[in-house]
């Protein structure tokens, strides 16, 4: 696996163990694993996750997600919590979950009572901040929040074609190293995200050859993306940018 020159984590979607090869190969510093949705990932079967954490030792980040909305009932609730449970069982290292509530502010409470039956577990806070009714006061609710590593989030709901100057906007210095941008990541946003100060990027057609989700990840589309992040920061470094 090439080393990661910059420290930026390049984390890689999954949805199938024959995807690991080239994520890890290619020099992905984590994974996500999740299935297809109709708009969004869900959550995988334990069998699935468990086949995936074989196939490498990078860390595996597992989405917990039932429906199609930033919602959640009872009953799905504690469904998500065993699904959790059986996803650490399986070798996963951390989740990935984000809820709203009636007034599309993010649900602390909920994201609590989860982290609460899941301690010492990192997680991440999943898309859901770009429907949210203000992002910035998001994350001010956010942060307080327990283990949390990195937030996922292209600026809006349409991804970063629509949300990236949005989200370039947003970033703070106190925000910036949770600051996961995902959802239509392009090469040209890069330079500008990581001067920023982000350092984790989340990667999932971008590196599936001809952009389908049909397609296996390819080691030598994640290593292009590893090259040019690394080669980026390091100019960065030489710049005094940080």
């Known amino acids: 696996m090439p080393e990661a020159r910059s420290g930026v984590v390049l984390e890689v979607a999954v949805g199938d163990p024959r995807d690991v090869p080239g994520a890890a190969e290619g020099g992905a510093g984590r994974l996500h ?4 949705g109709p708009t969004c990932g869900l959550s995988p079967e334990p069998a699935l996750v468990s086949a995936i954490c074989r196939e490498s030792d990078l860390p595996v980040f597992v989405l917990l997600r039932l429906n199609d909305s930033w919602s959640t009932t009872g009953g799905e609730f504690a469904r998500l919590v065993g699904l959790g449970e059986d996803y650490l069982a399986c070798g ?5 979950f984000g809820f709203l509530d009636a007034d599309l502010e993010i649900d602390t409470e909920t994201c609590q009572l989860l982290l609460d039956r899941m301690p010492n577990v990192p997680w991440t ?10 992002p910035r006061r998001s994350w001010r609710r956010l942060l307080p929040l327990p283990r949390l ?3 996922r989030t292209a600026g809006s709901p349409r991804g970063m074609s629509a949300g990236y100057d949005d989200l370039l ?9 949770l600051v996961m941008p995902g959802g239509g990541l392009a090469a040209e946003h890069v330079p500008w995200l990581l001067k920023a100060g982000v350092r984790q990027l989340h990667l999932g057609e971008q590196v599936r050859p001809g952009g389908s989700a049909k ?5 030598g589309y994640v290593r292009s993306w590893r090259s040019m992040v690394d080669d980026l ?6 710049d005094g940018d940080r």
């Open 33 to 36: 694993a999740a299935v297809r």
């Open 92 to 96: 996963a290292t951390g989740v990935a």
């Open 125 to 134: 806070f999943h898309l859901a901040i770009d429907s949210s009714l203000d």
């Open 149 to 151: 590593v990195a937030v």
């Open 169 to 177: 906007a947003t970033i703070t210095p106190e925000i910036a190293p």
């Open 215 to 219: 397609a296996y990840v390819d080691a």
């Open 233 to 238: 920061a390091d100019g960065h470094l030489d």
